[in-house]
């Protein structure tokens, strides 16, 4: 049977703002209070998408959910009769709740959930596990969407099984595919799960980080690879550097990124990394014998803090034709000499995969931490299962321009933190998520 990958980028929510809730997303702190452009966000997003979608790369498109999240805000006490009298008692009493209530944040669609594909799991069946997102509480309230989301999608238990989010609080916090990387030859061959952590709610003697946080834990990642049924010699457990999580990587897709056979990855990206990158070759050569083409950036080449800055690895690796990787990178590196430099260097050595290097505009994402890999879901299905899929969510042309028109009836091209309780903006989502709907032939998606 064959497989093929299609990234499910997120369509960015009319809400798009920079109220600066991340600790340890630096881009997230230093743009705190900017004022942010909802409409280029969205179409900065759907043109990388779609120009992907052009070059022969399958696209599809998951949507926003509806923020603020009214809900939330009731359950964290804001009482009131309408909608609108939640939404002025929490924006006068407690700002960053209805800020933490507003976030679009769950654009970055890396982070919606870890799917495992039919080939790799014991039933033959797709799994998906939306993310908890536990480690911060504006992403908390996302999974509740993601689950009712990918059940729309993903509506056939023949074929797909989504699995709740995983339960147990903050020793079961879980990020997603943003710490996930499945390596194989094909994507129909077996494949290697990589599963990075940050943490442990257990093991009380691993290393941890002294100023940001470590978001995922190890028990989410065993547990995932346990519930998906993954076959024990096909995943692998590795710990993140505490030394790059206080530098701003509160993912490991901020510090390295995989694709089939091809790991492009930092110096300092794993604890004991030499030792964690025998062990993935090792992992992967039991599995399949073959190995795997690992291309480490040293520290003198591209430091810690600029890799950071110019979410190099946040990039997404895409195969052109056997052997030929095209790396999609933010602008941000181009802008970067000592990146640029590297990039130029891998695109005359003929032993190197990436052989070409297509850059985009995504500022507006970028400004809260989000680069094209965060902005993308990679999603592994057989034609088959693909036949089964619910919604109008491929991406082409006609959806394109359908949810372009959209973008540019509906968002605003300027929105502060303070114009968040705007009970117009409230009223402003729910027309445009009611018309969404509609144009994705999702219907009922959206519970306000
Ligand atoms: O979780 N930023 C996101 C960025 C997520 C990036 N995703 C991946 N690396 N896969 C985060 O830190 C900022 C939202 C705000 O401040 O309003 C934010 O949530």
Known sequence: ??????????????????????????????????????????????????????????????????????????????????????????????????????????????????????????????????????????????????????????????????????????????????????????????????FVFGRSAILRDLPGPRHYPAR??????????????IPEEQSLFLQQSPAAVDAGVFHNDVISVGHLETFLVHEDAFLHQPDALSRLQDAYFLLTDRRLQIIEVPRDRVSLREAVRTYLFNSQLLEMEPGRLLLVVPSECTRSKAVSTLLETYLRDPENPVSEVLSFNLHESMRNGGGPACLRQRIVLSANEERHLR??????????????????????????????????????????????????????????
């Not at 982070?111 to 908890?132: I, Q, V, W, Y």
């Not at 729309?152 to 879980?174: C, K, N, T, Y």
């Not at 309780?421 to 018309?435: C, F, K, N, S, Y």
């Open 1 to 194: 049977m064959r497989y093929r990958e299609i990234n499910f980028d997120g369509l960015v929510g009319p809400t798009h703002n920079y109220a600066g809730l991340s600790t340890g997303n630096l881009a997230s702190q230093l743009h705190r209070g900017d004022r942010s452009n909802p409409r280029s966000a969205a179409l900065q997003g759907l043109e990388k998408a779609m120009t992907l979608g052009r070059r022969g790369f399958p696209q599809a498109i998951l949507p926003p959910p509806a923020r603020p999240e009214i809900r939330a805000l009731r359950n964290w006490g804001f009482a009131g009769k309408s909608d609108e009298d939640v939404l002025a008692e929490a924006g006068r009493s407690a700002p960053q709740l209805l800020a933490a209530a507003a976030s679009a944040s769950a654009m970055w669609t890396a982070n919606a959930c870890t799917m495992t594909p039919s080939c790799d799991s014991r039933d033959g069946r797709a799994h998906f596990s939306p993310a908890n997102l536990n480690a911060k509480l504006h992403r908390s309230i996302e999974p509740g969407f993601t689950h009712r989301l990918l059940s729309a999608i993903f509506d056939d238990e023949e074929r797909f099984s989504v699995h709740p989010p995983l339960s147990g609080g903050d020793g079961m916090a879980d990020e997603g595919a943003a710490n996930h990387t499945r390596f194989c030859q094909s994507f129909s061959a077996a494949g290697l799960h990589l």
């Open 216 to 229: 995922q834990t190890l028990e989410s990642c065993q547990s995932i690879a346990r519930r998906h049924g």
């Open 391 to 448: 919604g109008r969510i491929l991406l082409d042309e006609a959806l394109c321009q359908d949810l372009t028109g959209w973008v540019m009836r509906h968002y605003r091209d300027h929105l502060s933190p303070a114009d968040l309780g705007d009970p117009r903006l409230l009223e402003e989502v729910r027309t445009a998520l009611d018309e969404l709907s509609g144009i994705l032939h999702l219907p009922d998606l959206y519970q306000f």
